[in-house]
T-cell receptor, first 113, second 111 residues
């Protein structure tokens, strides 16, 4: 099986712009979670989707949003970008909500100038 | 904010030696997981230990869990240069799929 894929791998944006990141989970996985990784805050949970519904959300402002499609692919969107949004954004997929193994993609490196 | 703390923050050892990393967490858990990350790339799952387990092995990895102390340790035996990476513990904090990560230990294996 192919692993979790994320596109694009690298992205450079300027303050005030918006960005959309994409994640394709492992085939058959229905749960997709997003994490932000920065040197200062480490790895932080953004949100999680299961069967096209957001099931859990971290402590991030409303500028961060996401969605999941019927094929389990997920997108996250960040509007009105700030310098502090520069980070590695990681997507993880798993079979279900029952807890357990999450499989991570390679991440999207977002740089905000 | 991070639930867990990892100790040490950085560890440098010679190839062939054993490496031990520790993780502490704050809330009750269903399971605790260890991940490896190479140089800002994605996370690779290493091992999962459930709250009712005390020790688990996988190849050169040994994980222990002490729920009374809310702590876990990861031991890598006979280290190799390829083990150079950052290692993170993650707990589910009782919430399915919402992993809470520690700050990680940066492990360097010197040839």
């Amino acid at each position: 099986k192919a692993g979790v894929t994320q596109t694009p791998r690298y992205l450079i944006k300027t303050r005030g712009q918006q960005v959309t990141l994409s994640c394709s989970p492992i085939s058959g996985h229905r749960s997709v979670s997003w994490y932000q990784q920065t040197p200062g805050q480490g790895l932080q949970f953004l949100f999680e989707y299961f069967s096209e519904t957001q099931r859990n959300k971290g402590n991030f402002p409303g500028r961060f949003s996401g969605r999941q499609f019927s094929n389990s692919r997920s997108e996250m969107n960040v509007s009105t970008l700030e310098l502090g949004d520069s980070a590695l954004y990681l997507c993880a997929s798993s079979l279900s909500l029952a807890g357990g193994l999450q499989f991570f993609g390679p991440g999207t490196r977002l740089t905000v100038l | 904010s991070q639930q867990g703390e990892e100790d040490p923050q950085a560890l440098s050892i010679q190839e062939g030696e054993n490496a031990t990393m520790n993780c502490s967490y704050k809330t009750s858990i269903n399971n605790l997981q260890w991940y490896r990350q190479n140089s800002g790339r994605g996370l690779v799952h290493l091992i999962l230990i459930r709250s009712n387990e005390r020790e688990k092995h996988s190849g050169r990895l040994r994980v222990t869990l002490d729920t009374s102390k809310k702590s876990s340790s990861l031991l890598i035996t006979a280290s190799r240069a390829a083990d150079t990476a950052s290692y993170f513990c993650a707990t589910d904090g009782g919430f399915a799929q919402k992993l809470v990560f520690g700050q990680g230990t940066r492990l360097t294996i010197n040839p």
